[in-house]
């Protein structure tokens, strides 16, 4: 607590030592702190025309004043120094004469102005702020529109709010003045980040959407990815699982083209570990606007700006959040009796005999011998109902117009929702500095980082799914402990580990990494004449992953109450601990010249060239040694010395490329851009190194047409826009293939197969065969948009078409060479795909009464397609129709038909054959599968498209956010559909190998009126009749286990009061908001049993998605 005082107080001090000087020659900005009066007449008459006339002999001089303040007039300003000398001024024209004679009061010189603020239609407008131009004198209007502000006789009062027109008043001796704000209609003036620069929204030609950090925040969770989820047309993000600190990277895109690039601050970074708090602005680049970053901008490009400091006193934001997490949903299992049952049942059913008795199935029942006969609910064991998550954050900015400051600090505590040490913590900080040096040059200088530290016991990484593989698997009807001795964790019957064990670091090991990044860059700017500006970019960046992973061996045991002793068994047999580092630098150098300029108020012209170089260094290396003994000390030096393993490498990876982009709009209406990438790889042949991949775009603003203004009077904004790019991609290449190789392989034979003398040993071979005409495989871009707003802003559109190409993406041919050769074949440009979809998007913004009203949703539909495609040679023509990609939809699920269940063994024996044994295996309520080919046989050949890909081709969003005297509301929902859900985790009704668990929902299935007895009568039910080991015949891939899928999450609820400014001011608050969050609290879909978003109905095999429930404040002071 002491050190983040310090380091409190030592942001403070930085922020006050920024306060700086400047002003203009019309108005007068001026901040001095207890400086002699005379310097600041001589700085008065250094920033404007007024010149000082006074006696010194009667004026003091030297005395210090204080005066702080921004486009003010000369008049504030020398009240301000009057007041603390004592004395009186004349100002005539342009000349100020000072006397000793004492200014007539204050009070006379000053009055109460009241008024009322209203919007367009008249209603009282809650929460303007009202100030004195070029002071910090200001109030905020109340629940009515009403101010009353004391002020002198000739201020000019500025009335601000967000959405409406900022105005200006001149005061004029008025006691009183009533102000009616307009809406803003300039959102189209909104300035856009895009590759290397920014641009007027109003004359963007390319797709690219945009995001306000305030709207990121609004759903704050510690994965970035998941703030976006819903809120960006295109941005698709399957959120398959909530374990902290986890990101499932492959599940996230840009209308389904593959991962995007993301660009903080002008440089590729990671950024689902950024502080939500931290982040300005997010825009997305879609099309071929994203082809200025070459090939690394292949699948669209996210664009990030942090934070940067006002022109301010200094501000300090607050921010702290606590949250409860609880899964979303758990598919349950079978408790000890329903296991002893239905395990009875099913191996009736397969004509074996009974695993329990009827005594023992009833005292299941009862539990009446609890020792004996328990029933352990592992899920109950081993998951918490709720864990809690905190989040906060510290940030102050600040500044003058020579220098603007940003400093943050964020501070992430999410614990796990096992019952075990997991946690996952992580430590940001950002700062931001903007320095004038002289009038035409300027510097930028920026740090940042985090610290994420991991704490796992050893069974739960990847996503969890070995411990809840576990926790399905292992049978109810055995303790956690041996005789309820919790020195002893019961042994289970099958191969699974006891699931609490594999919580207990100290029992079965841990995994901890720390991943520490930290970047720094500084940027200089030079204006070298009007509308040419020079900028010089340098940045480095430095990433360290730690990990340490200890695998303890440990023995678990069951209990002879006969004998009263503990037998052992041993699970793991040896100890093994692993060590890794990964360090990381890269070096990021941008130099470029930018040209911008209007001519005649009708053609402007913007011209970007840039060169941008990028190298990166990796290095890591890992070791392992085991341990004989279950007490080892987790420290490599303490292991056996026997099979002790090491390994590492290094690499350097070095990236060119000139960009060039030139935009011209005429009139305001019409706009062309040029762009192009002059890229080079290093892992292609030298003649084959450079690519050069150009982009074009234009636009036209058809509202700006006098036609379409009389036509259309409600129309502020119609434009229609196009691109088309060829961008380069080398991702998927090998690297150096244009030459022949070799490598070291530690299997050679000496001495022949066979041979008793023969010999392993290290040797070379000849890696492969060189291809000097691999090159980039390409990627073409085509985009049609149109954009529209009406009614002053309160209803808008966009709309976007897209189609996309690529050839030539590496495969290796079809083809092999003799054995002898021992070379594989080299890779080649051979395959092709395409994908095309689009995106709409509806917004408006209406107040209703004292009501403000913001409704925004989005939908985005997007689906690939394979061209040629290398492949084997069909056998027969079904093998081409069911195996041949090449020229078809990529995401299909292949799979039976099943036409009902069969209710009799008549109707199984005159059916077609599907188990490969006459149907001796099928009972009544088995799956029955049409005979797509009517061969009598129900095989491979029978499969059809029996439904989508996992991943949905339609997604959707839905934003509604409100406020009324000072209460908001937020509500976030999304969804998605036109994808297939397979429930593979469902298709045996137990969990093999051995004794494992049942699901619950297994007990609805087809079974005998009494399993005791073979001849009685079959008693239908929604699944087929229980099997052990499940049924080779009913865990086909078919239309029995899929579902044409959509859900529709609430995925973010907020609702929040923000305390008034008069209730704060005495306290010293500038602003106080309080709130509550709900974050994945209700889901509609038809998927059953699992999570919607679960990976083929994986997900209760996985660390569960979560639901949250978070309470939080934001203040400022």
Known sequence: MRKIKQTVRTILLCGFLFAYTDATFAQITLSVKQQPVREVIKEIERISDYRFFYNENSIPMEKRVTVNVKDSDIENVLNLIADQMG????????????????????????????????????????????????????TITDMDGNFLLEVPNNAILEITYIGYRPQEIAIKGQTRVDIKLAEDTQKLDEVVVVGYGTQKKATLTGAVASLK????????????????????????????????????????????????????????????QIDP????????????????????????????????????????????????????????????????????????????????????????????????????????????????KQQHNLNINGGSEKIRYFFSLGYLDQESILKSTQEFKRYNFRSNITAEITSKLNAEVGLGG???????????????????????????????????????????????????????????????????????????????????????????????LAQKEMKTACTFYTYDSVQDTYNPITKVAKGELMEKTQPYYKTTQQYSLNYKNTFNDLHDVEALALWEWKETNTNWFMARRYYSTTSAIPELDRGDVDNMYNEGNSAVYKYGGLVGRLNYVYAGKYMAEFSFRYDGSY??????????????????RISEEQFMKDLVPQMDNLKLRASWGSIGNDSQLNASQFVSGWQFEDRFILGGAGNSSASITNGMKEANLANPNITWYKVMTTNVGLDGSFWGGKLSFEFDYFYRKTTGYPATRNTSLPTTSGIPLPQENLNGSDNRGFELSLGTVQRIGNVNLQIKGNVAYAREKDLYKEQALPLNQY???????????????????????????????????????????????????????????????????????????????????????????????????????????????????????????????????????????????????????????????????????????????????????????????????????????LTITNVKYTDPEAIEGWQSFYYPQLKVYSFGVNVSF
Do not use: C
């Open 87 to 138: 004395i009186s001024y004349v100002i005539k024209n342009n000349q100020i004469a000072l006397s000793a004679e004492k200014r007539a009061n204050v009070a006379q010189q000053t009055r109460k102005v009241q008024g009322t603020v209203v919007d367009d239609l008249g209603m009282p407008v809650i929460g303007a702020n009202v100030s004195v131009k070029g002071t910090t004198n200001g």
């Open 213 to 272: 950090g305030e709207e990121l925040a609004k759903v704050s969770q510690p994965n970035m990815k998941a703030n976006l989820i819903g809120k960006i047309p295109g941005v698709r993000y399957q959120e398959s699982t909530g374990e902290p600190g986890v990101d499932s990277s492959d599940r996230f895109n840009i209308r389904g083209f593959g991962e995007p690039l993301v660009i903080v601050d002008g440089v590729e970074r990671p950024f689902t």
């Open 277 to 388: 708090n931290e982040i300005a602005s997010m825009n997305v680049l879609k099309d071929a606007s994203a082809a200025v970053y070459g090939f690394k901008g292949v699948n669209g490009v996210i664009i990030i700006e942090t934070k940067k400091g006002e022109m301010s006193r200094p501000k300090i934001n607050y921010s702290y959040s606590i949250g409860l997490q609880s899964p979303v949903k758990n598919l349950e299992m079978m408790n000890a009796y329903e296991y002893a049952y239905y395990r009875n049942q099913a191996l009736m059913n397969a004509g074996q005999s009974k695993r329990f008795t009827d005594e023992e199935v009833e005292k299941y029942r009862t539990g009446s011998d609890p020792i004996n006969y328990p029933s352990t609910d592992w899920y109950a064991e081993t998951v918490r109902k709720v864990a809690p």
């Open 450 to 544: 985090h610290i994420d530290d991991y704490k796992y016991p050893y069974w739960t990484g990847d996503e969890g799914i070995e411990l809840f593989t576990a926790i399905k698997s292992n049978a109810p009807n055995v303790p956690v402990y041996a005789n309820n001795n919790k020195n002893y964790y019961y042994n289970s019957d099958n191969n699974e580990l006891n699931p609490v064990a594999m919580l207990d670091r100290d029992a079965t090991g841990f995994k901890d990494k720390r991943n520490v990044e930290f970047n720094g860059q500084l940027a200089l700017n030079y204006e070298i004449f009007k509308g040419l500006k020079a900028r010089a970019f340098f940045a480095y960046d430095y990433t360290n």
């Open 683 to 700: 892992k292609t042949a030298p003649d084959k190194r450079w690519g050069f991949f150009p982009a074009v775009s234009a636009g036209w």
């Open 879 to 1081: 093998k081409n129709w069911r195996d041949n990609g090449a020229y078809r939809w990529k995401n299909v699920t292949w799979g039976y038909e099943h036409i009902g269940q069969f209710q009799s063994y008549d109707e199984i024996y005159n059916s077609p054959i599907q188990d490969g044994k006459g149907n001796s295996s099928l009972r009544p309520g088995d799956i029955k599968y049409k005979d797509l080919n009517g061969d009598g046989l129900i095989d491979a050949n029978d499969e059809k498209v029996i439904g989508k890909g996992t991943f949905p081709d339609l997604n959707f969003g839905l934003t509604l956010a409100a406020d009324w005297k000072g209460f908001d509301v937020n509500i976030l929902f999304q969804g998605a559909s036109n994808y297939t859900q397979v429930l593979n985790a469902l298709t045996s009704p137990f969990r093999g190998p051995g004794e494992g668990n049942g699901f619950r929902v297994w007990m609805d299935s087809w079974h005998k009126a009494d399993y005791n007895d073979p001849d009685s009568e079959w008693v239908p039910g929604k699944f087929p009749s229980l099997r052990i080991e499940g049924n080779d015949n009913n865990s086909k891939k078919s239309t029995y286990w899929t579902t044409d899928a959509y859900y529709v999450r609430l995925k973010s609820i907020e609702i929040g009061y923000t305390i008034p400014k008069n209730l704060l001011s005495k306290v010293g608050i500038e602003h106080l908001r309080v709130y509550a969050n709900a974050y994945n609290p």
